[in-house]
C-alpha cells in the first residue's frame, strides 16, 4: 500500500475538514463528542467550529448541537457540474429505471473510489442506503468493476495498489489476481456484474461510458434483488437495455 497522507499538509484545514467529516458520520454531535470522537481538546474543537458557523458551513442548533450547514449543497451543484454529461445520463437513468423497475446508478470514479452522482427508482425498486454522494469501493460494485476494466493499466494497478480490496459480503472478491481475472472478462462483454457483492440478496449488472478518445468517463448500473435478477433477463434484457443507453448517451457526448 502506498502512503496517500500528503507531504505539506495543513494541520489546521486537514483538523477542519475532519470536524467536518465527523459530523456527517455522527448526524450531528456537540463539542464534547467531537473532541472524544477525533481525539482532540475540547478548546480545538470549539474554535474550528466557530470558524466553520461563521462561513456557514455548520449550525448549531438549540441545544448546542452543530450540524452541516446546508451551504455545501451550492457546492456539490458546483462538483457535480464538473461532469459534463450528466444531463445526457440522468435522462438514460430515468428512462432504465422506468423501463425496468430497479433502481438505477451513476457512478464515476475520483481518488480511486466510485462516487454516485445520481440514483434513480423504478415502481419495484428495492430501497437501499445508497445515496448521491456515496462512495464504495470499486471492487464490489459492477459501475465499480466496469470502471476499473476500462481504465488505463497504470491508473487501474495504481487504485489496487492504494486501496484495500475490503470484504464487504461474504462474496466481495478479495483477491487481486481473480479480480483481474473478472476484469479481463468485462473488458471483453462490456458488462459488469455484482452478484451479492455489496448487499446480500442483490445483484446489479453495469456497463461502462466511453467518450470520443476511448477514456472511461463513468458507468451506470441496473440493482435489483436476487430473485427478479436471474436467467435472460440478468444475462440478456438488462445488458441490452444498458448498452443501448450508454450508446445513446456517447453518441450525445460528442456534440457536448
Known amino acids: 500500500m502506498e502512503n ?74 458546483h462538483a457535480r457540474n464538473r461532469v459534463r454529461i450528466f444531463d445526457l445520463v440522468r435522462q438514460e437513468v430515468d428512462t432504465l429505471a422506468e423501463e425496468t423497475g430497479e433502481m438505477v446508478l451513476f457512478t464515476v470514479e475520483e481518488h480511486g473510489v466510485g462516487i454516485c452522482l445520481y440514483r434513480a427508482y423504478g415502481e419495484q425498486a ?20 466496469a470502471i476499473l476494466a ?12 492504494q486501496q484495500a480490496l475490503d470484504e464487504v459480503t461474504s462474496n466481495t472478491i478479495t483477491d487481486r489476481e481473480e479480480l483481474l481475472e473478472e476484469l479481463d472478462g468485462i473488458r471483453e462483454t462490456g458488462i459488469a456484474t455484482s452478484s451479492e457483492e455489496t448487499i446480500q440478496g442483490l445483484i446489479g449488472v453495469g456497463a461502462p461510458i466511453i467518450d470520443q478518445n476511448r477514456a472511461v468517463v463513468g458507468a451506470i448500473s ?12 440478468l444475462h440478456e434484457e438488462l445488458p441490452d437495455r444498458i448498452q443501448r443507453s450508454v450508446n445513446i448517451i456517447e453518441i450525445n457526448m460528442t456534440s457536448i
Open 222 to 233: 441496473i440493482i435489483g434483488p436476487r430473485s427478479r435478477m436471474k436467467g435472460d433477463r
Open 4 to 77: 496517500n497522507t500528503p507531504k505539506n499538509t495543513v494541520n489546521a484545514v486537514q483538523t477542519s475538514l475532519t470536524i467536518l467529516e465527523a459530523l456527517g458520520e455522527l448526524d450531528g454531535a456537540g463539542v464534547t463528542e467531537l473532541a472524544e470522537h477525533i481525539g482532540a481538546t475540547k478548546a480545538t474543537v470549539y474554535n474550528h467550529l466557530s470558524t466553520l458557523k461563521g462561513s456557514r458551513y455548520v449550525v448549531k442548533e438549540d441545544d448546542d448541537t452543530y450540524h452541516l450547514g446546508l451551504r455545501f449543497l451550492d457546492i456539490a451543484h
Open 150 to 161: 476500462h481504465l488505463p493499466e497504470e491508473r487501474r494497478r495504481e487504485i489496487l495498489d
Open 126 to 145: 428495492i430501497r437501499t442506503p445508497l445515496y448521491v454522494g456515496h462512495q464504495s469501493g470499486l471492487h464490489h460494485t459492477a459501475v465499480g468493476k
